[in-house]
């Protein structure tokens, strides 16, 4: 009769610990992933609130809020229309507004002009996770308006409630970062997609 040849409890052994090794390496890298898109987005938030008080610092007027602009770098004038009062140091327009006169539009070109950011042209950029990045003082968000702040397109709550802890408090109705109205939800569901995060700067 034939022997049966089998693998050995050593075997087995050897097998289990390099699966659960090359497990807990795709899993660091799945975090390192996340971890790293997060730094992105959250430098690329402090950036452009940078180079929007730089442009304030040069000027002594905001981006998208200047109605001198051609004389100070060749751009756009912001002209007050309505609703929208050029120089009142308030951002007006959706954050993600494709109407090209207006303020939260504006704004991309004016830093882009005066060379505070890359690039040309007034299509506004999109941060690490693939939605837009937005700027806006006049369109109320959160039951806040005429405040300005930079938002963040849709971002899933695993990267936004790390997000808030890293620039905020962690809390999604509270503190300078919101995703929920005050008083509303004050934990990040991590499986929603957040279509619309507010930073105040």
């Known amino acids: 009769m034939k022997k049966q040849s089998g693998f050995t409890l050593i075997e087995i052994a050897i097998v289990m610990v390099i699966i659960g090794l090359l497990l807990g390496g795709i899993l660091k890298g799945q975090e390192m992933i996340k971890s790293g898109k997060v730094k992105n987005i959250v430098n690329n938030m402090q950036g452009t609130v940078a ?8 000027f002594k007027v905001l981006p998208g809020d200047d109605p001198q602009a051609n004389a100070h770098h060749g751009g756009t ?3 007050s229309s309505g609703s929208q009062a050029c120089g009142n140091g308030i951002i007006q327009g959706n954050w993600d507004s494709a109407t090209l006169t207006d303020e939260s539009v504006l704004l991309w ?3 882009r002009n005066a060379g505070f950011i890359n690039g040309s042209g007034q299509i506004q950029p999109n941060h690490a996770l693939g939605g837009m990045l937005g700027v806006t003082g ?8 005429n405040s300005n702040r930079l938002v963040l397109g849709n971002v899933m709550g695993e990267y936004a409630s790390v997000i808030d802890l890293q620039v905020d ?3 999604m109705d509270a503190g300078s970062m919101l995703g929920a109205n005050p008083g509303g939800p004050t934990a990040y569901s991590l499986t929603t997609n957040y279509t619309a995060l507010t930073w105040r700067f």
């Open 77 to 79: 004038n912001c002209v």
């Open 51 to 58: 180079a929007i008080y730089a442009y304030q610092d040069r």
């Open 138 to 145: 006049g369109q109320a968000l959160y039951t806040i308006a």
């Open 109 to 111: 070109a004016h830093l």
């Open 169 to 171: 408090d962690g809390y």
